[in-house]
């Protein structure tokens, strides 16, 4: 949606269609909003996915979006900052100041993205993924009670500590894991091999071939 933008400054008119595309780019959870900002008014002139406040042309520039201006003392972009909605969504919002050739603030460019259904989702996520520490402590604090068990505890916790399922690992990222695990004498361990082969999702022979790499490029 757009006003009338006879009595709109230029810079703020050819930033209309930046306002439609962005929305459309971003999807429904986005919204997109152009501010004119001048001491008679401060108001939307351009708006796209205004459901996610319940906004539209000509509705005056929230409280949030102000205070952000103010805390942003002078500079231009204040990004990702928390909002609100009036009906409680949760925002992350970023606004940008836009200014003429005097240097004079005109108006706003402000985004505001829905993620009500991602702090859910992350809340959710937390609570499934959660451990006991001191039941983890136990467990470890028993013993291995085998050198399967070491030699499964070495790959675990390397992983665990790289932070980054298998799936999404290129080839250096896997051959970095195999250089900790050298590093550490797993592959001294019996089978160490072929087990490391399949938790990583690649050959035996393409474990050989790293170990060759990681050997080759150790310092005489």
Do not use: W
């Amino acid at each position: 949606m757009m006003e009338n933008n006879e009595n709109l400054h230029p810079t703020l008119v050819s930033m209309i269609p930046l306002v439609q595309s962005l929305g459309k780019t971003l999807g429904k959870n986005c919204e997109v909003v152009l501010h004119e900002i001048n001491q008679a008014t401060k108001t939307i002139v351009a708006i796209s996915n205004g459901h996610v406040t319940g906004r539209s042309v000509g509705s005056p520039m929230v409280n949030e979006g102000l205070e952000a201006v103010r805390k942003g003392d002078q500079s231009d972009h204040i990004i990702n900052y928390k909002n609100k909605s009036a009906d409680g969504k949760i925002l992350k919002s970023s606004t940008m100041m836009l200014r003429d050739k005097n240097n004079e603030i005109i108006g706003c460019l402000c985004i505001n993205i829905d993620i009500s259904e991602f702090m859910i989702a992350r809340k959710v996520l937390e609570e499934f993924t959660s451990i006991d520490q001191n039941e983890v402590d136990y467990f470890h604090d028993t013993g291995y009670n085998s050198v399967n068990d070491v030699l499964n505890n070495l790959v675990t916790n390397t992983l665990d500590n790289f932070g980054k399922p298998v799936a999404y690992m290129n080839k250096e990222e896997k051959v970095s894991i195999v250089k900790k695990l050298d590093d550490q004498g797993a592959f001294l361990i019996k089978g160490a091999i072929d087990y490391v082969a399949k938790i990583l999702c690649v050959s035996r022979y393409t474990i050989y071939n790293y170990l060759d790499e990681i050997r080759a490029n150790e310092p005489s």
